[in-house]
């Protein structure tokens, strides 16, 4: 498939295999950046504001993005085998693309589904369920709060204020001896 996105692409220079840990993996930042054949959107119906160069536009997920560099390091005293450590690098930098690949393969439509559907029920539920049933009690609890005002200036304020009254009176001293 000659579709490529940014933690798909993958450039490793083999001809230097002693700066292979030096180098990094490079993203597909313009359309002129991108291989032969590779379209920045889709021709599919309901695809028109997909874009397939920045699959992450929000930075949601920069977390998740980890290069061999971030995994793996030796010592200055302690280096492996330069042949060891180039082919390293190359089989986590291919089994992570690849197993990436293989698992969005499998699972990416199915999971896509059952989250699509997951937040169209939690998005109906929140118009056609929780905001009326907030707002029902929003108008009631107004009503509610009114009466509960009245209540409290007609019967607890004056009993209060009589309280007050009586033991404004009382006063307390404090003899030292």
Not at 153 to 174: A, N, Q, V
Request: hydrophobic share 45%; glycine share 6%; aromatic share 16%.
């Amino acid at each position: 498939m000659a579709l490529m996105a940014e933690e798909d692409s993958i450039e490793l220079q083999q001809s230097n295999s002693n700066n292979l840990p030096q180098q990094r993996t490079q993203a597909i930042r313009t359309e002129s950046d991108a291989p032969e054949g590779y379209k920045d959107k889709m021709d599919a119906p309901g695809t028109e504001e997909l874009d397939l160069l920045d699959r992450d536009p929000t930075s949601l997920n920069t977390h998740v993005r980890v290069g061999f560099e971030e995994v793996f390091a030796e010592p200055y005293d302690m280096h492996s085998f330069a042949g060891i450590w180039a082919t390293s690098y190359v089989v986590f930098v291919n089994a992570k693309f690849w197993c990436y690949r293989i698992l969005s393969a499998f699972c990416g439509i199915p999971f896509a589904l059952c989250w699509g559907v997951y937040f169209a029920c939690l998005t109906f539920c929140h118009i056609w369920y929780v905001v009326p049933f907030l707002r029902g009690w929003v108008i009631a609890l107004h009503y509610i709060s009114r009466l509960w005002a009245i209540c409290i200036r007609t019967f607890c304020d004056p009993f209060f204020e009589s309280l007050g009254k009586i033991f404004s009176g009382f006063r307390i001293y404090m003899n030292r001896t």
